[in-house]
């Protein structure tokens, strides 16, 4: 079978078919208004997604409660107020055909808002940001598991086709999750069983929130980055129960980060002909890295979930996309970066040949993250200086150093 045919065969999660095998990874847009209202450009960017033939759109991470924000311009889903906003997004993306999950998040311990009081398991200073936090009491993390569930029903309401739960890259969930972000000997911690209990009683309020027939998913964070913290072995049988517990699909990534790399490498699949062309000359003698860096970890979920796998991570090349679809180590290719330079790239995947993708995963999108709206930084050519301007000026250090999803 050719890899058209593995990439563009509808695949189904839940109740819902997917048009093709191609997700638009949640991407932090820093669109949204000063409340995390939707924005025009926001709307203007998931209907570009869905018109070039995007098969599921996650958003970026939205915040379902006000402690819960990660930065600025973040969109939101923690009041009633913005369900017709939201609307009009699942409307755009839905006139193009295309399916629209509702990606929802605690920032925890990773909160970048000045002023802002974070929430976490125990009183471990965020290894990114180096904030401060207090452990939460028994009150502040049941009102964090009620706004998930709230926050479902709001995606619900606004016509979003499903619901993606964000448990990686050090958040809230993560935090629960890990050995290093969790110290607690309480209910909530002390055991893996116990580091289980929030997430397991988050997608519990999820699933009860929204109709039965709609798909509830989640962003798993399979390892940590650091040493003595969570293991793949220890996530994929978290998985396991989570599945069990009403999960139609998993997306794996990494956990607790110690760099934004950890979840968004650089220079995937950039050899010395494609950093010439980028203007990348300290790549011009350095390999490129590998693609597809979480496929072991999706790999090891296989044993212990009974339903789609979705891989996000570096897939740059169509020959990358049908070896994963081929030997089932996914079951859909999930993109971020990507999309941010080529809005049109499922087009020409579809198109046929022998396509890679352009970006170069120099991740200078990232490092704008609630600094300016998401674009790349390399085209026009024009934006590397408007970027190395903006970095001589001191703009980023007007609020925490970035970081990636």
Not at 340 to 345: C, K, S, W
């Amino acid at each position: 079978m050719s890899s058209y045919n593995y990439l563009f065969r509808p695949e189904r999660i839940g109740e819902i078919e997917i048009r093709n095998r191609i997700v638009r990874a949640g991407t932090s847009e820093t669109m949204a208004g000063d409340s995390g209202e939707v924005t025009d450009q926001l709307i203007e960017l998931y209907e570009t997604l869905s018109r070039n033939l995007v098969g599921l759109i996650i958003t970026g991470h939205l915040y379902c409660h006000p402690r819960g924000q990660y930065a600025h311009h973040q969109t939101g889903i923690y009041d009633d107020s913005l369900i017709p906003g939201l609307r009009l997004l699942t409307d755009a993306v839905h006139r193009h055909g295309g399916a629209i999950f509702a990606q929802l998040a605690h920032a925890g311990s990773q909160s970048r808002v000045p002023g802002q009081m974070p929430v976490a398991p125990s009183p471990v200073p965020n290894a990114l940001t180096g904030r401060p936090v207090a452990e939460a009491g028994e009150d502040e993390i049941q009102e964090a598991i009620l706004a998930f569930g709230s926050a479902a029903a709001r995606a619900a309401e606004a016509g979003f086709d499903g619901v993606h739960i964000h448990g990686a890259n050090g958040y809230l969930i993560s935090e629960f999750s890990s050995p290093l972000t969790n110290r607690r000997d309480d209910g909530w911690g002390g055991s893996v069983a116990r580091r289980d209990r929030f997430a397991y009683e988050v997608v519990r309020a999820v699933r009860e929130a929204v109709p039965s027939q709609m798909p509830v998913t989640m962003k798993l964070g399979m390892f940590d980055a650091a040493p003595g913290g969570l293991t793949i072995d220890e996530e994929a049988g978290r998985a396991g129960r989570l599945v069990a517990e009403g999960l139609d699909a998993v997306e794996v990534s990494c956990n607790i980060m110690q760099r934004p790399t950890d979840s968004a490498r650089k220079y995937v699949a950039v050899g010395p002909w494609r950093a010439l062309l980028d203007w990348l000359p300290q790549r011009v003698f350095s390999p490129p890295p590998a693609e597809a860096y979480f496929a072991d970890a999706a790999r090891a979920l296989r044993d212990h979930v009974d339903c789609p796998i979705i891989l996000v991570g570096g897939m740059r090349r169509r020959e990358t996309m049908e070896r994963i679809l081929e030997r089932r180590d996914a079951d859909f290719i999930a993109m971020a970066r990507p999309f941010i330079r080529e809005p049109d790239l499922v087009r020409r995947l579809a198109e046929g040949g022998d396509v890679v993708a352009a970006c170069t995963s120099c991740n200078l999108c990232l490092t704008h993250e609630s600094h300016h709206s998401l674009r790349c930084w390399r085209v026009p050519r024009q934006r590397l200086w408007e970027h190395a301007w903006y970095r001589l000026r001191g703009g980023f250090n007007v609020t925490f150093a970035p970081r990636s999803h």
